[in-house]
């Protein structure tokens, strides 16, 4: 059974739908340009949206993850790409500093992605680094003042726009997991650029980008966690960042799901009334899922498990509903820009991102059955 959904939540969802629905003629112009436009992020920041879930104590809106994840999956109905930026924002970078940060670095680095005047980034995965995030290429060294981090990462999402970056780099790749520590990158540091921008299937709009560091002096108090512990930095943020991705895939199964429905009312036959049956039901298993990791998180109980859960079954209810939407829709949804062929291309992303497919059947199978 789904956990019950708190008052707060209910509001920051409404508030949350009310700007999904300002955002639709944004979201295909978003998609088409592969741009986010300014106006966008002002209303995510002029609503506070920026600051979910962290304390007012470090310039947050207060809520919990249930307030999180009811706003990604209403802006995700509208634009995959907005809840996208946001997801990374909250759930992987700010989020982080919340739980491993000190004092000095919530006031100093949090407040300000919390007030939204910075964007976060989460920079984690390398070129020849993916899944295996154990062995890190970029490498970092002890300097007098801190650190210097050289290497290069790849697929981050606000990259480019990003002011702040939780980016993870190793001693000594032969330590392995060991190795490994994650520091507070600010965009224009010295020997830190874009490299490019890539040019995606879905989540248009939403940048990815690859990002190169020679020789990027790190104070020593940008260093977040203990040194060596980066990898639990790494994996606690993604067990969180999985529940907000699987809240965006949510969102972009209703968006198809709600289609079709208008689609079959105005058509109807038997074929199309059982597509709309599935997709309800998908729909409905997917947002149980999510609540029940929402509600363990915030209740402080272990949810790493049901993260997964979420993560793996959502990403593929999009799909499952948005080829089949494709269907309902006909011909006319095949064209380029057409709803469904956006939807369809936004919902193809989400088993990769945050974790494919087969990292989620790994942690769960190794939960359910032993190592």
Not at 140 to 167: C, E, H, Q, W
Not at 314 to 331: F, M, T
Request: glycine residues 10%; proline residues 4%; hydrophobic residues 45%.
């Amino acid at each position: 059974m789904a956990a019950p959904t708190s008052p707060t939540a209910s509001a920051w969802r409404e508030k949350a739908r009310a700007l999904s629905e300002r955002l639709r003629p944004a979201a295909e112009a978003c998609d088409r340009d592969d741009r986010m436009p300014a106006s966008v992020v002002d209303e995510l920041r002029s609503g506070g949206f920026f600051g979910l879930g962290i304390p007012a104590r470090w310039g947050g809106q207060d809520g919990d993850t249930r307030c999180v994840v009811a706003v990604l999956e209403e802006l995700a109905r509208a634009s995959a790409a907005v809840a996208t930026l946001l997801s990374v924002h909250l759930s992987v970078t700010a989020h982080p500093i919340l739980a491993w940060g000190t004092d000095d670095q919530r006031e100093r680095y949090l407040r300000p992605l919390a007030e939204g005047r910075w964007l976060g980034a989460f920079a984690l995965t390398e070129p020849s680094v993916g899944s295996d995030a154990a062995h890190l290429a970029t490498r970092y060294r002890s300097a007098p003042d801190g650190y210097v981090l050289s290497g290069s990462k790849m697929f981050i999402t606000n990259g480019a726009s990003a002011d702040l970056i939780l980016l993870f780099a190793t001693r000594d790749p032969a330590e392995g997991s060991h190795g490994i520590s994650a520091f507070l990158v600010r965009k224009g540091s010295v020997g830190f650029s874009v490299a490019q921008k890539l040019d995606k299937l879905g989540l248009r709009g939403s940048e990815t980008t690859e990002l190169v560091l020679q020789d990027v002096p790190v104070p020593g108090d940008r260093r977040l966690g203990p040194e060596g512990e980066g990898l639990k930095v790494a994996l606690s943020a993604l067990a969180g960042g999985r529940l907000g991705i699987s809240a965006c895939a949510l969102g972009v199964a209703r968006a198809a799901y709600e289609a079709m429905q208008e689609s079959a009312r105005a058509d109807p036959s038997d074929w199309k009334r059982t597509e709309v049956a599935r997709a309800f039901t998908d729909v409905a298993a997917a947002q149980a899922l999510i609540e029940r990791g929402a509600a363990l998180k915030d209740a402080g109980e272990p949810f790493v498990e049901a993260a997964s859960a979420a993560k793996l079954f959502a990403s593929q209810a999009a799909v499952r509903i948005a080829h089949r939407g494709l269907a309902v829709a006909g011909a006319g949804g095949t064209t380029r820009g057409a709803l469904a062929e956006r939807l369809l291309r936004d919902a193809r992303v989400f088993p990769i991102v945050e974790g494919t497919t087969e990292i989620q059947e790994l942690i769960l199978g190794r939960a359910l059955v032993g190592r």
